[in-house]
RNA sequence: AGGGCCAUAGCCAAGCGGUAAGGCAACGGACUUUGACUCCGUCAUUUCGAUAGUUCGAAUCUAUCUGGCCCUG
């Protein structure tokens, strides 16, 4: 019997994903992963819960002993907090520390969930290890491929775009194929108390945050002015990393027009580039290169498919020309809107998922944004 | 201090005698395992710069005052 350990986080998803692993025959074993010590990390500010009360963490690893009990399989609970710390947070803030929007879920995904734990997990003996997102392997070819989520509208394959082969070759998505109201009805069917437990959203293992005052925790602020395209003064800023390319709220301005946007940034003058409307001509581009290739698909020197700038927005049609090993220039016929550095790119070949990477430049024709 | 114009929510702004549109900002919620965008909702009633008056009824008409803008000396 084919053992699996689960990534056992209190939700509703992965409780089925056990189910769906148990209905294959596997042998289950769940792991509970605390890697966020918000006293231990001092994240004071922003932090909207009551310290003197049970932290939702604390919650979601009572909810994740009674699925385990319920399903009747072992739950371990494995700390990972200063891992988390070394290899995503330090990365987090040093890119909001230099002005870009890194995003650092698919980093966890890619050091803690299929890394650290998978670690752990080969030392409790496991054949695979699972999770559950929502997201598909399938053999094509003799070669595991990565695909995305049945459910377009749930559809993480986007959080798992830095993994590499190894890693998906161990990697099992028991609920790839179901859609989120399926996996919900089969929580219920089992009696699941998670069953119609709201689904966790903010940075993983850390939650719901005010993210500036958030990030006021570990990055000092640094005020500025902001600025339009022609020089002129419209407001003050608190530091320019506390914004990201395309944002609309909290910026402050009113009066007369349109709502103002955040559309560069001039890192060398600590000013944030403001412009009105939600089609700034200056937040679209057409072209962009992308760094920190993880490359799952055949190798290629120039390739058409499709790529996703941002989390749950629509694949648009793009040509890639690669320049260097770690390196590609992306090209898109229709103009994207706020193309973010520090954001992945991910590509993919209809529902195969077939690389990731990091934004790095962003064009439009010739002219580099400054964002 | 001669003449003209304007004062409506934090910011723009409709209103032209009949019981305060809309936009921006802000706030709340939905959506969302990044961060955004988006969507929905709330937001002047001891209220229209102040005071007095005309009228059944005034942000709307009149007078005075205050503040600001423009033109001419």
Not at 286 to 297: E, F, M, P, S, T
Not at 307 to 328: H, S
Request: proline share 4%; net charge neutral.
């Amino acid at each position: 019997m084919k053992k699996v350990i689960v990534g056992l986080s209190g939700g509703v998803d992965s409780a089925v994903a056990v189910i769906m692993l148990q209905k294959q025959g596997y042998d289950v074993e769940g792991v509970f992963m605390r890697n966020w010590d918000s006293s231990l990390n001092n994240d004071v500010l922003g932090n909207p819960n009551d310290p003197f009360d049970v932290c939702p963490q604390e919650k979601d690893y009572l909810d994740a002993i009674e699925v385990a009990k319920k399903l009747n399989i072992k739950l371990h609970r494995i700390d990972f907090v200063s891992e988390y710390w070394d290899y995503v947070f330090k990365y987090f803030i040093k890119e909001y520390e230099e002005g870009r929007t890194p995003n650092p879920d698919i980093l966890c995904n890619k050091e803690i969930k299929f890394k650290a734990f998978l670690d752990k997990a080969n030392d409790m003996g496991c054949d695979y290890i699972a999770m559950g997102h929502y997201a598909r392997t399938k053999t094509i070819n003799g070669k595991v491929r990565l695909l995305k989520g049945v459910d377009q509208n749930k559809d993480q394959s986007y959080f798992l775009c830095q993994l590499s082969q190894e890693q998906i070759n161990k990697a099992l998505f028991p609920i790839g194929e179901l859609t989120k109201p399926e996996v919900r009805k089969i929580a219920s069917s089992y009696e699941l108390n998670v069953a119609t437990k709201k689904d966790s959203t903010g940075v993983c293992f850390i939650g719901e945050r005010n993210f500036k005052l958030f990030l006021q925790n570990y990055i000092p602020a640094k005020p500025g002015l902001m600025k339009d395209l022609k020089g002129n003064v419209l407001g003050k800023h608190d530091g320019i990393m506390y914004y990201t390319i395309g944002q609309r709220h909290g910026l402050g301005i009113g009066g007369p027009g349109e709502a103002w946007f955040v559309i560069g940034k001039d890192i060398k003058n600590n000013i944030l580039l403001v412009g009105q409307g939600q089609d700034n001509e200056y937040l679209y581009s057409n072209r962009c290169l992308v760094k920190d290739v993880n490359w799952l698909g055949e190798p290629f020197t120039t390739l058409s498919c499709t790529a996703k700038f941002r989390y749950r927005q629509k694949d648009i049609p793009v040509t890639l020309k690669k320049l260097d090993d770690n390196m590609i220039e992306v090209t898109y016929l229709d103009c994207a809107r706020a193309v973010t550095p520090g954001q992945a790119a991910v590509f993919y070949d209809g529902d195969i998922l077939i690389g990731g990477a990091v934004i790095d430049k962003v064009y439009m024709n010739d002219k580099l944004r400054m964002y």
